[in-house]
């Protein structure tokens, strides 16, 4: 599936083409899939993992910090590689849902709020549906910005969503920005490898 979804796209990939290039078959496939959508979900999160896996490298930063970090590289790797882009987006306009709690629960932490159950959901629904919308734009916009552009109004609105101080946010999207160049970055496929520059 991941292979697919790289080389043809979600959308232009069927459930029939998994089975037969994966070498299973329609029972196998619905055993632990109830639809494409759940395993596109599964190849989706594997990718974020990898993302997330960056916060190890810089355990003695901030958690908001390594989050940051994350979605610079996201968003990085978005831009380079128009497969990724293509599925990404994809996903988004077919509106995928996924919980984003490895990017709200550093958010949480540095909130200078307690909020009720009533307010963090809407909270995690409007932080769903910007960055849905935003893939989507950058999709077709890309060109015009540079990768880090999305990120900053990504993450500066996600901050002001949870209240987190002007000093906070500024000292974030600085010094994630600093520690992003000195990560040498590859990627194949929807896997991305990150390692400190030596």
Request: hydrophobic fraction near 35%.
């Amino acid at each position: 599936a991941q292979r697919l979804f790289y080389e043809k796209g979600y959308t232009n990939t069927s459930v029939a083409e998994i089975i037969e290039l994966s070498g299973t078959n329609k029972g196998s496939f619905y055993h632990y899939y109830s639809k494409k959508e759940d395993l596109a979900e599964a190849v989706l999160l594997n990718s974020h993992y990898q993302h997330v896996e960056l916060r190890n490298l810089f355990p003695e930063e901030t958690s908001l910090v390594r989050m940051a970090l994350e979605n610079r590289v996201f968003w990085h790797v978005f831009f380079c590689h128009e497969n990724f882009r293509r599925f990404i987006t994809d996903l988004n306009r077919e509106s995928l849902h996924y919980e984003s709690h490895y990017m709200n629960d550093p958010c949480k932490e540095y909130s200078r709020k307690v909020f009720t159950q009533k307010e963090y959901a809407l909270i995690v629904n409007a932080n769903i549906g910007l960055r849905r919308n935003l893939s989507i734009f950058m999709y077709d916009n890309f060109q015009k910005y540079e990768f880090y552009e999305p990120s900053d109004f990504y993450l500066t609105n996600l901050f002001k969503m949870f209240e987190i101080s002007k000093e906070d946010i500024d000292y974030t999207l600085k010094r994630s920005m600093e520690l992003f160049y000195t990560l040498e970055i590859t990627t194949e496929g929807f896997d991305f490898y990150a390692e400190k520059k030596k």
